[in-house]
Every structure is written in structure tokens, then in C-alpha cells.
């Protein structure tokens, strides 16, 4: 059974950081690209950041200069380093896991972020 489960969301005031972490179960960790993505009610669900099993990252361009996604494979674990936050960042963030056309989803970590 496969499993995501984030942790490390909550509310923090702006200009503050938070780092999300997403472990995983039941996959071939390294092999599976990793990812964060972001949806507010009424929105599509959009890309945070993503990385690769290799490691190479890629980031929306509104958070590329304030976020941060890493892997530790060992620990079977996706990170998401967000400093500089926002009030706009506040929505709920979820892990996504990617090998070809099979994806898995966390069950979403709420992030707020007050002004």
C-alpha cells in the first residue's frame, strides 16, 4: 500500500519560513519523481516545485527564489523549504509521487500564512 504523508504545515506570520516534509511508503522511493503542488478552493491545483530522481529541480516562477524542494532518498523523504512566505502562499500543499503514467497524492497539508 502506498502511502504520503505530510507533515511540517501550520501558520506562521509573513516573511517566516516553514518546511514541509512528505515520507513515503510502499514505493521504490528513488525512482519516483518527487513534487509539491498547491490548490485553493475554486483553483486548479498548480506546480509548487518538483524534482527529479537524478535531482534536478524544477519551480513555478513565483517561488523559485523563495523555495526550496530536496530528496533524501535514504530517508525516503521529500522536502520543501519555504521562507519569505506570503498571505498568497496560504492554501493546502500535497506531495505527489510520479513514475511514468502512475501517481500517487498526500491527503494535503494546510499552510497559513497571516499578514
Known amino acids: 500500500q502506498v502511502q504520503l504523508v505530510e507533515s511540517g504545515g501550520g501558520l506562521v506570520q509573513a516573511g517566516g519560513s516553514l518546511r514541509l516534509a512528505c515520507g513515503a511508503s510502499?514505493?521504490?522511493?528513488?525512482?519516483?519523481?518527487m513534487a509539491w503542488y498547491r490548490q485553493t478552493p475554486g483553483k486548479q491545483r498548480e506546480l509548487v516545485a518538483a524534482v527529479s530522481p537524478s535531482g534536478s529541480t524544477q519551480y513555478a516562477d513565483s517561488m523559485k527564489d523563495r523555495f526550496t524542494i530536496s530528496r533524501d532518498n535514504a530517508k525516503n523523504t521529500v522536502y520543501l523549504q519555504m521562507n519569505s512566505l506570503k498571505p498568497e502562499d496560504t492554501t493546502v500543499y500535497y506531495c505527489?509521487?510520479?513514475?511514468?503514467?502512475?501517481?500517487?497524492w498526500g491527503q494535503g497539508i494546510q499552510v497559513t500564512v497571516s499578514s
Open positions: 505527489n509521487a510520479r513514475i511514468g503514467q502512475r501517481a500517487y
Open positions: 510502499g514505493i521504490d522511493f528513488s525512482m519516483y519523481a
